[in-house]
């Protein structure tokens, strides 16, 4: 985690969440982060294929030149990126991992964003973990965003982490995780320090391991 704002979004929600896999929505305060808000915002999640923006801050709309509560969070990805995002979410909602995800946000006029973004899961009473906390945060401010808007993003980097250093997976009668073969992403390597045994999954060109928030 290079940012600032992903780093301390991570931190509340960690401490937030104590012992168990993820928080309640409801705890989630917004004074709390108040300086995080124009960057952070809140997935609605109907399945892996089904995810629409709940929330959305006002500086990461300004950077899109659109209001984005409502929209399709899964639009404006290409095919390889939108499958590794809908294997993403299914392991955040599913197995409560964190994901920490390298953005390209791309104009109509070739210019690039380059943006961290952060997804974490929150629990609804009754529903599971159907929401899901994130922020997206330019590493730069060029003088061009809010005028251009981004239409197109795609993914330079990602990890997972499991933020008890250990994936809920690992301890279950099933040896292989479900969820992650679903990634196609290529050339995307994820170094973290070793595992538990039998922690380490190959998926695809991915290799993913347990990991902290460096």
């Keep these: 985690m290079k940012h600032g704002v992903t780093q301390t979004l991570y931190s509340y929600w960690d401490n937030l969440r104590g012992a168990r896999p993820a928080p309640n929505r409801s705890e989630v305060d917004p004074s709390e982060i108040r300086g995080l808000l124009g960057d952070t915002f809140i ?79 929150l629990n609804v009473p009754g529903e599971g973990r159907t929401r899901i906390l994130g922020s997206c945060t330019p590493m730069e401010k060029p003088y061009w965003i809010g005028l251009h808007p981004i239409l197109n993003q795609s993914i330079s980097s990602l990890r997972l982490v499991w933020p008890d250093e250990r994936p809920y997976f690992v301890d279950t009668a099933t040896p292989v995780n479900p969820i992650l073969p679903r990634f196609t992403a290529e050339g995307m390597v994820m170094p973290t320090p070793p595992l538990p045994q039998g922690a380490e999954r190959k998926v695809g060109h991915l290799t993913v391991y347990s990991g902290g928030k460096s």
């Design 43 to 121: 997935l609605e999640t109907n399945g892996p294929h089904d995810v629409r923006y709940r929330l959305a801050g006002t500086r990461l709309c300004s950077a899109h030149c659109r209001e984005l509560k409502g929209r399709n969070y899964l639009r404006g990805w290409n095919t390889k990126d939108k499958e590794a995002l809908e294997s993403l979410i299914a392991a955040i909602t599913e197995d409560a991992a964190a994901a920490v995800i390298g953005v390209n946000g791309h104009t109509e006029r070739g210019q690039i964003l380059q943006m961290e973004m952060l997804l974490v899961p």
